[in-house]
């Protein structure tokens, strides 16, 4: 976690420099980015907020996911990841987004979408993109892996 905490100071640098915010939607990273970020002195100053929005009725209730997407491809999907981004981002106000939903196991998984499928996306003032990830390992790697991810692909996005 070490590089990732680097990689947090510089996003946190940058965005402080250029006037910008972020927030989060985290599913089944259950707050582990924002705890990532909340451990550096200087957060306060881009981010937003963040929510843990675990169950399907909350990414409805809370990011206006719809029920018809929830229904028709489930909370570990492109298209509710997407909606969670633009759900968060309207929320918060902010400037980038980061959200989060897959199946860390070590329960959950299908054959269609096995324990470590998450979908990760990441939204900013020009562009949003949703990424497909397969994870390894047990419920915590799972979770960590998606965390950093997430964390490296902000990162990307911001040009660090």
Same mark, same amino acid.
């Given at each position: 976690m070490k590089n990732? *905490?680097?990689?947090?100071?510089?996003i946190i640098q940058q965005l402080t420099k250029e006037h910008k915010t972020?927030?989060?939607a985290e599913s089944c990273t259950g707050g582990r980015i924002a705890a990532a970020f909340t451990a550096i002195s200087g957060a306060s100053e881009v981010l937003h907020g963040s929510c843990?929005?675990?169950?399907?009725?909350?990414?409805?209730?809370?990011?206006?996911v719809s029920e018809e997407v929830l229904e028709k491809h489930g909370a570990v999907s492109q298209p509710c990841v997407v909606q969670m981004l633009e759900g968060i981002q309207k929320m918060a106000g902010s400037d980038y987004a980061i959200a989060v939903s897959g199946i860390a196991g070590p329960t959950g998984g299908t054959e269609?979408?096995?324990v470590g499928t998450v979908y990760?996306?990441? *939204?900013?003032?020009?562009? *949003?993109?949703?990424f497909h990830c397969n994870f390894n390992g047990p419920r915590e790697a799972v979770q960590e892996q998606s965390t950093v991810?997430?964390?490296e692909k902000l990162?990307?996005?911001?040009?660090?």
């Open positions: 990732i *905490q680097n990689l947090i100071e510089k972020v927030s989060f843990v929005t675990y169950s399907n009725d909350i990414k409805h209730l809370w990011l206006g269609l979408k096995p990760i996306g990441v *939204q900013t003032p020009f562009s *949003q993109e949703v991810f997430a964390i990162a990307e996005v911001l040009g660090i």
